[in-house]
């Protein structure tokens, strides 16, 4: 008897800063056994790249390096300094740049290894951008403070020196950027399922979700 071929799952992911994808993806990753990106990291670990070896030809640098980048190095700590978000916002709308991201980001949702039933990806861009045929699409948010609280804790458990207000300020400025840019702007499809985690805790959304 031949066995019928069983086609990947590909789930994707959108969310307005601080609204807690992150954590709800790699659940989510964990509990199917899905390839997990984090596409914003992506360009965090670009930013970081250049900080650290400051090429002379930014482009040509990231596009050869890139290559060899292993999803563990999107963990580093380092990629949510201040700096290293600055940098990142500078370079994120060069064009060059974000077709190296896409190809490398797209190869993550649809080149599937031996061992994972799928890919998961969740960022900014990944519903109609990345994977726009994804089998299950999710557009997550929160209300403003609730996500700078969240944010906030995170920086703090990590011991950055930051205040609530300039967290607040900073995914004001990070939402208004997110949503009105021209280049792969922040946006709910029309066939992604809103899923509101404002009065949810972490695993209530991973139910709300499975």
Request: glycine share 4%.
């Amino acid at each position: 008897m031949k066995l019928k071929k069983i086609n990947p799952i590909r789930m994707a992911i959108d969310a307005t800063a601080g609204s807690g994808s992150t954590s709800l993806a790699i659940k989510l990753a964990k509990h199917y056994n899905l390839r997990y990106l984090d596409t914003g990291k992506v360009y965090r670990w670009c930013a970081y790249e250049i900080f650290k070896k400051k090429p002379k030809n930014k482009i040509k640098f990231l596009k050869k390096r890139i290559k060899s980048l292993n999803l563990k190095e999107l963990q580093n700590k380092n990629l949510i300094d201040d700096k290293i978000a600055q940098l990142t916002s500078k370079i994120s709308s060069n064009i060059n740049l974000r077709k190296i991201v896409f190809n490398f980001q797209s190869k993550i949702a649809y080149d599937i290894p031996k061992g994972y039933k799928g890919s998961i990806l969740n960022g900014r861009d990944v519903t109609h951008n990345i994977v726009p045929d994804a089998d299950f699409k999710f557009y997550v948010t929160a209300n403003l403070k609730t996500r700078a609280t969240r944010r906030y804790k995170e920086l703090k458990g990590l011991k950055k020196k930051v205040t609530y207000e300039e967290v607040l300020k900073s995914i004001k400025n990070r939402d208004k950027s997110d949503l009105s840019r021209k280049i792969s702007p922040l946006k709910r499809t029309k066939d992604s399922l809103l899923i509101n985690t404002t009065n949810l805790n972490k695993r209530a959304c991973f139910l709300k979700i499975k």
